[in-house]
């Protein structure tokens, strides 16, 4: 072997030798990252803390709002309901002096001084709830026999309509049943004013006028059509002009009534009574006639 040829040799030798010292390096390099990755694994982007890291600022800020929002509501609910309980005790300490009022006032109508402008003040201040106190006024007043005062407690009675509209007609039944005619004609002239102003309205609220004394009683115009009548006493009333159209007049008494002009169309006078009763001739052409004692006294079948 030539002395060139040695030194190839040997320069293979080498490379041979340096590659496998860099593949044993390199082995062990490998195995040192894998160890290291190991433990202490990749951070992901992805779940919830790196997420609350990333978004810490807009959180906090979130959250601060938050706070601010629950406590303002906390303090409108504070407010509203401090408000609410100071309405409520405000209605009870009103409810209180109203009724103090009312007392009030009501022991003043025995006193002949005060008892007219106590009754106005009664009405005016307990509305629906002086009527029972009113009712029983009216027949204190009617017994007393001064008319200043009876005046006084209709009028106040009547400021209270539509409410005082049930109690008065049941007064006036009582009345009847006592017959008590001074009391009889005080609830007339306070069903005569509802009559002439609300009946029809009185009527759509399921008011009833059935069986109610209004003998005599001036319901000039009075527009009652489709009314219910039954067993009515308008004995000697006047109803020149009234429209009685379609009304049920069912044993209505009609003695000595003036209908002169009343409008009868389809009027239900089934067993009324109408002697002397003053009509022209042909108003009951249309009416309902049955069993009905007529004017001239003869019955009609």
Do not use: C
């Not at 001084?113 to 009754?119: D, F, I, L, S, W």
């Not at 009324?272 to 003053?278: D, F, I, M, S, T």
Request: proline share 3%; net charge negative.
């Amino acid at each position: 072997m030539t002395a060139g040829g040695g030194e190839d040799v040997l320069a293979l030798v080498r490379a041979f030798v340096e590659g496998l010292i860099k593949e044993r390096v390199l082995s062990i390099e490998e195995k040192e990252l894998s160890l290291h990755e190991r433990k202490n694994p990749p951070r992901t982007t992805n779940g919830l803390w790196p997420w609350l890291g990333a978004n810490a600022s807009v959180l906090s800020t979130f959250l601060t709002m938050l706070a601010l929002i629950s406590g303002g509501l906390w303090t409108v609910n504070v407010f509203v309901t401090q408000e609410h309980d100071k309405l409520v005790e405000s209605m009870k300490t009103d409810a209180f002096q109203k009724q103090t009022m009312m007392v009030q006032f009501y022991g003043q109508l025995g006193d002949k001084n005060k008892r007219n402008t106590a009754a106005y003040a009664l009405a005016a201040l307990g509305g629906p709830d002086s009527v029972p106190m009113l009712i029983l006024t009216l027949r204190e007043a009617v017994s007393s026999g001064d008319t200043s005062f009876m005046g006084a407690v209709i009028q106040s009675i009547i400021s209270v309509d539509p409410p005082s509209v049930g109690p008065v007609l049941d007064l006036n039944h009582q009345a009847q049943f006592e017959q008590n005619n001074k009391l009889i004609v005080a609830t007339q002239q306070i069903i005569r004013h509802f009559m002439l102003n609300s009946a029809s309205q009185l009527a759509a609220y399921g008011v009833s006028f059935y069986n109610i004394n209004l003998a005599q009683a001036q319901l000039i115009g009075w527009d009652a059509h489709g009314l219910n009548l039954e067993f009515v006493n308008l004995s000697g009333a006047n109803l020149s002009g009234a429209n009685l159209s379609g009304a049920n007049l069912t044993g209505a008494d009609l003695r000595g009534a003036i209908l002169l002009d009343a409008k009868m169309d389809h009027a239900n006078l089934t067993d009324a009574n109408l002697r002397k009763a003053v009509v022209l001739p042909g108003q009951l052409n249309t009416a309902l006639l049955r069993n009905t004692l007529m004017p001239d006294g003869s019955v009609h079948r």
